[in-house]
């Protein structure tokens, strides 16, 4: 015989399937696995802000649980029960810490700070808690007392930048600056020109470099040609040349003395006074002669016709 399922059968097996998925699936979403075994342990704190439950227990920055319940201590007033779920490995030394850490954001997690020993925690147990100072509260405690001791420095800092800001000197200074960059920019722009002409003058330094090679060559002929005349003047008879000299200088000095002296005919006719007078007055006779020859020629000449 068949079995025939109602509609009303589907449907309640359909709703208890979908309550069991969504249980696992908050189970999940929690961080919680419950096909995994886990022990159970507490810590009480007095402080437990940012903490929630499937917070993350970590050793070392490595997770071995989560926070499975938070309730307050009626009977304890002032003080919360944390209940840790932990791997069922996990063996806890007496002595351990169960450190509530709260990051820059404000969650909070726990973190185990294991003891050395061989005498564990017992499923179930209490562990100490205790609350670590965390980032903020080293803000709180250390960094504002200390912006609060350099504020007004800061203030005093800000004042002296406005002062000096409204000085007359520093504006004049900016004026100077804007002037050394214009100065600059100038120089720029020449400096720009100056390298737009470097080819051309590149190639007149070629041309001069070219010409400087080619009087250097000359150079060389020349010296060379001045080292051949200095070698012939060195084969020269420089030496007798210079008595030949001597002797001529001599010659030329007997001579003059000669000429100088009253003794000599030569000299008789450069010293004679009166020989000199002489030929004056037969000079004056003969430019007379001639100056009447001039002026009445037949009385000097005389022409007959035949």
């Known amino acids: 015989m068949k079995f025939k399922h109602s509609k009303e059968f589907t449907i309640g097996l359909s709703v208890i399937i979908a309550v069991i998925v969504l249980f696992f699936g908050i189970e999940y979403l929690k961080g919680s696995n419950i096909f995994k075994p886990t022990n159970y342990y507490t810590a009480s704190y007095t402080n ?8 993350p227990v970590t050793i070392n920055g490595y997770k071995v649980g989560l ?19 932990l ?7 007496k002595g351990s810490k169960a ?37 903020m509260s080293d803000v709180t405690n250390d960094l504002l007392p200390t912006v609060s001791a350099i504020m007004p420095k800061i ?13 007359p000197a520093l504006k004049s200074s900016i004026e100077h600056l804007d002037n050394a960059l214009a100065n600059i920019e100038a120089g720029s722009v020449q400096l720009n020109a100056m390298m737009a002409k470097m080819p051309a003058m590149a190639n007149d330094a070629s041309a001069t470099m070219a010409n400087a090679k080619t009087i250097s060559e ?43 002296s009253p003794e000599s005919s030569l000299g008789l006719m450069l010293n004679d006074t009166g020989l000199y007078n002489n030929l004056n007055a037969a000079s004056a006779s003969l430019d007379s ?18």
């Open 289 to 306: 002669l001639l100056r009447d020859v001039k002026k009445n020629p037949k009385r000097y000449i005389s022409i007959k016709l035949l």
């Open 67 to 85: 926070v499975s319940d938070i309730r307050y201590e009626y009977d304890n007033p002032g003080h919360i029960t944390v209940e840790m779920s």
């Open 99 to 135: 450190v509530l850490v709260t990051d820059m954001l404000g969650t909070s997690s726990i973190e185990l700070q294991m003891e050395s020993g061989t005498n564990y925690y017992n499923v179930g147990d209490v562990i100490i808690g205790e609350r670590s100072a965390g980032l």
């Open 218 to 260: 000359d150079l060389s002929t020349i010296a060379g040609n001045l080292s051949g005349v200095s070698n012939q003047l060195k084969d020269m008879p420089l030496q007798a040349t210079v008595d030949n000299i001597a002797q001529t200088s001599e010659s030329l000095r007997q001579l003059m003395a000669k000429l100088n």
């Open 87 to 93: 791997n069922k490995e996990l063996r806890i030394p």
């Open 48 to 55: 437990v802000a940012g903490l929630s439950q499937s917070a």
């Open 155 to 167: 203030d005093t800092l800000i004042t002296s930048l406005n002062a000096i800001a409204s000085s």
